[in-house]
């Protein structure tokens, strides 16, 4: 039964609602989501069922609270595949962490704990969690996880062909029958019913033209809001690309993976003509399915999925009243974790992103795992163990750097919980080489490299354009900390833009 008192619960407008939902704008998809009071369900901005009377309508800013509100999802339009919503998240670290956290799987699955672990992980009270996730979301903690289980499930049913037992175990169920009881309990449909439906619908698998990869994977699409610039996106991993670690195309990008023990290849193209991925995923131990999930969410991260550009290019105002061009779509692009990243940024000290993209071959192809995988050899980045434990002789860089990152492995290795920040300890690590890794590995969106050589040089040349030159070094600080504060929390996208007017320019701290 609907909930009649839950039914009006969004960030946005009315009228931009409707207006977003006539138009089936993509814009919006994952903003705000439609409730149909005569329906019971509710769907996403770009649905493609006939569009309901508006007397007939309230709005969500998140699935869940439609949910709560007696609503069940869509079968076409599909609310499970729809991109995440950062608005609705709410601006504190805290229920952010929690958040991040839940959707990696820590109240559900082999290693689900209590929510009162959860909240001493972040050190508040498990009363104060469940306080800001009813405030926020009007739910508490388990319950939103239970729904984050049973939609990334839904989504499995609709866009793969995995069998009823691979589905639960991916989505964090310990068994088939608790998996359909809650399914039936939330959604008011059996998971056969739903895969009676989707057959049709059933993805195909991506390959990024590479032959060799020949056994079925996990395929899924994954959606976004426009803009994405997927060409540029492509040019810069292909610019620093690693051989048998990474294969690029005009179209598809493929590299290896390996997620805390968990190996494989995933592979990602852009759809001809929607607002999505198509991604494929190779798990070399099949019995991995159960942290799909886990995956997924990585890749959604490194190509940067769930921004909102609309949104940030609209604080990119101190460049561009400088008359600087944006670079529409252009999104942080990720690596495989930070330590990949922090390992990136120390060979790419003082030499140009050439130098250091030979240098990071040369670290893989004598230091990483190699994976076996349909008949084709790949290399996994190298571990902190390796890294701490290697010679490092055959780079060819100053003796200073090596030992840099024989003591940032040996760190991590002996700190696998520790920070970015934490690593500043170590000697040869600065605060560009942290920032540049928590930009990349974490996808970290506020890191404005203001001491980076290129975005210096691209803040004068602005300046001197728009006849303002800058005349010293404390005038260029006090430049760079006041546009920093104009542009939080956007600033890792700042900060790509000016790497972006010359990509081939040495990155130097």
């Known amino acids: 039964m609907v909930n009649e008192q839950s039914l009006t619960d969004c960030h946005l407008a009315p009228q931009v609602c409707q207006q977003a939902r006539l138009s089936r704008d993509a814009r919006f998809d994952g903003q705000f989501f439609t409730g149909v009071i005569t329906t019971g369900i509710y769907c996403r901005s770009i649905c493609p069922a006939p569009a309901p009377h508006e007397k007939n309508v309230r709005y969500f800013d998140s699935a869940i609270k439609a949910a709560n509100a007696g609503l069940r999802p869509c079968l076409r339009c599909r609310p499970d595949s729809a991109p995440s919503s950062n608005a609705w998240r709410g601006t504190q670290t805290t229920l952010n962490r929690a958040l991040t956290l839940i959707e990696q799987g820590y109240l559900y699955g082999d290693n689900a704990m209590p929510v009162t672990e959860l909240a001493e992980k ?14 926020q979301l009007g739910t508490s903690p388990k319950r939103f996880a239970q729904y984050q289980q049973l939609m990334f499930a839904k989504q499995l049913l609709h866009q793969t062909s995995l069998s009823m037992t691979d589905i639960a175990m991916a989505a ?3 068994s088939i029958r608790r998996f359909n009881e809650v399914f039936q309990q939330h959604l008011q449909l059996t998971p056969s019913a739903i895969r009676k439906l989707s057959r049709s619908t059933i993805a195909t698998q991506v390959t990024c033209d590479n032959p060799l990869m020949t056994v079925n994977p996990i395929t899924l699409t994954l959606a976004y809001r426009p ?7 492509l040019q810069f991993y292909a610019f620093r690309q690693v051989k048998h670690m990474e294969v690029i195309n005009d179209n598809g990008y493929m590299r290896s993976f390996s997620f ?6 995933f592979a990602a193209k852009h759809h001809h003509n929607k607002p999505q991925l198509d991604v494929s995923i190779y798990f070399v131990n099949a019995l991995d399915i159960k942290y799909l999930h886990k995956v997924v969410l990585k890749v959604r991260a490194l190509f940067d999925l769930d921004a909102d550009m609309q949104v940030i290019e609209q604080a990119l105002t101190p460049i561009t009243s400088l008359g600087a061009n944006i670079d529409v779509g252009l999104r942080i692009p990720g690596t495989a974790n930070v330590f990949e990243a922090v390992c990136r940024a120390v060979l790419g000290q003082q030499v140009s992103v050439l130098q250091a993209t030979k240098l990071l071959n040369t670290l893989v192809q004598h230091y990483g795992e190699p994976l076996s995988l349909n008949g084709k050899i790949w290399r996994l980045f190298p571990t ?29 290795s002996q700190y696998p919980e520790s920070t970015p920040q934490d690593w500043l300890s170590v000697k040869g690590i600065g605060p560009w080489t942290v920032a540049y890794a928590q930009m990349r590995g974490f996808s970290e969106p506020d890191v404005f490299l203001t001491t980076d050589l290129v975005i210096k040089n691209r803040l004068h040349a602005l300046h001197q354009l728009a006849q303002r030159p800058i005349e010293s070094t404390k005038s260029y600080s006090q430049i760079a900390k006041h546009i920093s504060e104009q542009v939080s929390p956007w600033g890792s996208y700042l900060t790509f833009q000016l790497w972006d007017e010359n990509p081939l320019t040495s990155i130097q701290e």
Request: no cysteine; net charge positive; glycine share 10%.
């Open 122 to 135: 972040l050190g508040i009270t498990s009363r104060y969690l469940s306080q800001l996730f009813n405030q």
């Open 172 to 174: 964090g169920f310990n």
């Open 227 to 233: 803009p994405l610039n997927w060409p540029k996106m």
């Open 260 to 265: 805390n023990g968990i190996n494989g290849v």
């Open 384 to 412: 902190p163990k390796v890294i701490a434990q290697a010679s490092l002789d055959e780079l060819k860089m100053p003796g200073a750097r090596k030992l840099a990152l024989n003591a940032l492995g040996t760190y991590v």
